[in-house]
Each structure stands twice: as C-alpha cells, then as structure tokens.
C-alpha cells in the first residue's frame, strides 16, 4: 500500500516557474510507474508525466514538452515535477499517481491503470 503526498502548489504568475513534490510513503519507488495528472476545473483530469526505475522520464503532453521535466528521487523516494513558464492554461489540481509493475510506455499509465492517488495539489497560473 502507498500513500502519496503532493506539496508545491499554489499561486504562480504567468511566465513563472514552480515545483510539485510527491513523497512516496509505504515502499520504494522501484517497482513503480509513477507520475503526474492534472484536472482542471469542468475538464477530465488527463495524464501528464510518468516516470520508472527502467524508463526515461516521459512528458506526454506535446504543449508541455519543453517546459515540464519530471524527476526522481530515490533517496528521499519523492518525484518532482518542475514546470516553468507557467501560463493560465496549466492552472489545474496535480495528482501525483502510481501504478506497481507499470510502464510509463504505450497506454500502461492511463488513468484507468493507476493503483494508487495523492490528494493533489492546487495549481493556479494568474496575475
């Protein structure tokens, strides 16, 4: 069983950068696909990133690509995901997600697939 714990949201203005934290908590990150959704307000919350012990760091969204990179920590078991040049677009809640024996490839990291959830956190892009 994991628990996962997101921290780093909140107020950002356009063209800013911020940093998203999700800590892992009930086992280690190396049996995991792990990553990022997101959820905007009256939209269906739509994968974003995903990344695994054996696989590259994947940003999935092409209006993303450039200005996400997520990252892996396996000493304090904790993704980051760093998103610069914020725009009003990304404001949304962030889901870090997980799925044991995943693959962030193909359609292995849907949203239907996930085991597990965090709470998010809030995200808003404004001046």
């Known amino acids: 069983q994991l628990t996962l714990v997101e921290s780093g949201g909140g107020l950002v203005q356009p063209g800013g950068s911020a940093r998203l934290s999700c800590l892992v908590y009930?086992?280690?990150?190396?049996?995991?696909?792990i990553g990022w959704f997101r959820q905007a307000p009256g939209k269906n919350r739509e994968k974003i990133s995903c990344?695994?012990?054996?696989?590259?760091?994947?940003i999935y969204l092409d209006a993303l690509k450039g200005r996400f990179t997520i990252s892996k920590d396996n000493a304090k078991n904790a993704i980051h995901l760093q998103m610069n040049s914020l725009d009003p677009d990304d404001t949304a809640t962030y889901y870090c997600?997980?799925?044991?024996?995943?693959?962030?490839?193909?359609?292995?990291?849907?949203?239907?697939?996930?085991?597990?959830w965090g709470r998010g956190t809030q995200v808003t892009v404004s001046s």
């Open positions: 997600a997980a799925r044991f024996e995943g693959s962030c490839l193909g359609n292995g990291f849907d949203l239907t697939r996930v085991d597990y």
């Open positions: 009930g086992n280690t990150l190396d049996s995991y696909a």
């Open positions: 990344i695994s012990e054996s696989e590259r760091g994947i």
